[in-house]
């Protein structure tokens, strides 16, 4: 397959690890979560994900969440929610390869930029049609752009798409859009394979047309959604017109993916109701691999962590932010709570990247320095810090929000108390209403810095849910994403750690992981961006 244009230049932010090393992270609010005997294993060495599978057949995956939607603007991408989903129905214009960390073209055949990467030039490969019919080409990929870019709609991927001034189809070429950038970005094929790489047939969501995007999705992908069971599961059927057909593609006649917010049962399941789980709890991994079952695992940037609120509250006093990461143990919590399965964060940056200083770490775990801080901020006590913290309602980051609890009621003066909400009344008050919350659980799977750690963290992002203002990080961060080198982007990323490190934005106690873990019946599994699944390649072992 072409490769973009600066492919080989880049190496791998996120690892794949096929060797079955020690897993790692709390699924914040996606992981719910005790193993018996009998999913599926086998007594021999566990199964690899290489093979050519056999054609036809049906394999079912269980994930931890039902859809939220199919509409591209309407959900989330990543690995435990509708990422895989949407690889089903709409496939990847160009994707993240977790192998060597570079962009890869699918139903792209090109992305590059041009001079100081202020334009870019996607090139679409000819042939390709959505399952209405309709064309994929660039003026199909504008509307879908155009979309994300409309204010008035919502979008998840509004993040990515202010990125975008302008976009043109070639006049003399359908096939190409050229891509005019608000800011210079070498980095912005990365954005797109993360938040703008699913389409749509632009026929299915003009104001006059019949059904709903959010479940009756028109895409160019290997598989058409048969059925969809609230809750429960959806069917998915192959794709007849596949533009990969001539190659035999995809395998599988029918794919399942069934719903079970209890990870562990759904750790339980394969070799039963299932065939493969993704999952982003530790614990599972780990478990998965006793069991003799298949391992391919990614680690990523990101991470479990604790948000603050830097503008309003008692956290906009940094103080305050460091007294409490001093106050907490990442390896204490992963030992309560993980069985040690983990990996205890030292920051923002998995200790994999090759785009981070591994010597830098976030200060955490000194009492005696956190009692010191605390009674600065209140005063010897007799000015009490007493705030909220905001934790979906899962079981295991409700235990651990408690377990944070009990440690700060020990610090004279220090009052936390626990807010238990829905996803979506999180989302609202989290990252939408920056004048009512103090503290919150945070969740990041993020296979580049860029555009993931750009948008938590830059002053002017709509993804910067902590309100973090800090005029050194803005510009590492620019400097970063201006540039394909590899030492420029690790210097500037350091610039980005040491103040990160000193201003404690948050505090990221576990460090990201993802994994599918499989039965020896599943051969052809590939993974890509932040653990999603290539659903044209994976199949039945012969």
């Not at 069917?235 to 029918?254: A, F, I, T």
């Not at 944070?404 to 909400?421: A, D, E, I, P, W």
Request: proline share 7%; aromatic share 8%; net charge neutral.
């Amino acid at each position: 397959m072409t490769r973009t244009s600066r492919a080989s230049r880049i190496p791998p932010s996120p690892r794949r690890n096929t060797s079955f090393r020690r897993g790692r992270i709390v699924a914040a609010a996606l992981a719910l979560g005790l193993l018996v005997a009998g999913c599926g294993g086998s007594d021999d060495a566990p199964p690899t994900p290489a093979g050519t599978p056999q054609k036809g057949g049906s394999l079912t995956m269980t994930l931890p969440g039902d859809a939220a939607s199919f509409d591209p603007t309407q959900t989330s991408f990543v690995n435990v929610a509708d990422g895989s989903r949407m690889a089903a129905v709409y496939d990847s214009l160009v994707w993240t390869d977790p192998a060597t960390g570079t962009v890869r073209p699918k139903i792209a055949e090109s992305l590059q930029f041009e001079r100081d990467a202020s334009v870019w030039t996607l090139r679409i490969r000819p042939g390709v049609k959505f399952t209405d019919g309709q064309p994929y080409d660039a003026a199909a990929v504008k509307a879908n752009w155009a979309r994300h870019m409309d204010i008035s709609i919502g979008s998840f991927q509004t993040m990515a798409a202010i990125n975008i001034k302008q976009l043109d189809v070639a006049p003399e070429d359908p096939l190409v859009l050229r891509i005019t950038l608000v800011t210079p970005n070498a980095n912005f094929d990365r954005i797109v394979a993360r938040n703008l790489s699913f389409n749509a047939s632009p026929a299915s969501f003009k104001p006059e047309a019949k059904g709903s995007l959010r479940d009756k999705p028109v895409g160019a992908g290997p598989f058409l959604l048969r059925e969809w069971i609230p809750g429960e599961k959806q069917v998915y059927v192959r794709n007849p017109d596949y533009w990969q057909k001539d190659k035999g593609l995809p395998y599988l006649d029918e794919l399942v993916i069934r719903v079970d917010m209890d990870v562990r049962r759904g750790l339980d399941s394969l070799g039963k109701e299932s065939d493969m789980i993704v999952t982003v709890d530790p614990e599972n991994i780990v478990l998965g691999r006793d069991r003799g079952l298949g391992v391919e695992e990614l680690r990523l940037n990101g991470g479990a962590m604790v948000l603050f609120n830097n503008k309003k509250g008692p956290f906009a006093d940094p103080k305050a932010r460091k007294a409490m990461a001093l106050a907490l143990s990442g390896k204490e919590i992963n030992e309560q709570f993980y069985s040690g399965a983990g990996t205890p964060a030292k920051g923002i940056f998995s200790s994999t990247s090759p785009l981070a200083s591994i010597q830098l770490a976030a200060p955490e775990n000194n009492p005696a320095e956190a009692q010191r801080l605390f009674d600065e901020v209140t005063a010897n006590g007799t000015k009490p810090l007493s705030f909220t913290y905001i934790a979906p309602s899962a079981p295991t980051t409700v235990e651990v929000a408690r377990f944070m609890q009990q440690k700060l009621s020990n610090y004279r003066g220090v009052t936390m108390k626990v807010q238990q909400v829905d996803i979506p009344t999180y989302i609202r008050t989290v990252r939408k209403d920056a004048d009512t919350w103090n503290a919150a659980v945070g969740q990041q799977w993020i296979e580049d810095p860029e555009p993931g750690i750009y948008d938590m963290l830059h002053s002017k992002s709509p993804g910067n849910s902590s309100g973090y203002q800090n005029p050194a990080v803005d510009l590492a961060l620019e400097e970063a994403r201006r540039s394909t080198d590899t030492e420029t982007r690790r210097a500037a990323y350091t610039k980005v750690q040491v103040e990160v490190n000193r201003d404690l934005p948050f505090w990221v106690y576990q460090e990201a992981i993802t994994a599918a873990v499989y039965t020896s019946k599943v051969t052809g599994l590939n993974l890509f961006n932040d653990g999603l699944i290539q659903w044209d390649q994976i199949g039945i072992r012969k």
